[in-house]
């Protein structure tokens, strides 16, 4: 099943940081695990067409990413 990326960034977009139940909306608006969801949506923010279509969340997603990253690493090592 595709999800179109702007399906995804919409979706993120509009999710307010602090609610909860994120997990359950996934499933019903895309009927997929939230764990497929983020797969999706880490690999949308690397594309050109969702930094042209909504920059300043792509960038945030990626700079949360990225953080995420660095605490990963810094744990592991």
């Known amino acids: 099943m595709m999800i179109p990326t702007l399906d995804l960034l919409d979706f993120e977009e509009a999710w307010p940081r602090w609610s909860g139940r994120k997990d359950e909306a996934i ?40 953080a995420a990253a660095r605490e990963q690493r810094r744990r592991a090592g």
């Open 27 to 66: 499933r019903a608006r895309f009927g997929i695990t939230p764990a497929r969801y983020f797969q999706l949506l880490h690999r949308a923010i690397d594309t050109a067409e969702a930094l042209a279509a909504r920059p300043m969340l792509v960038l945030r997603l990626r700079r949360l990413s990225e």
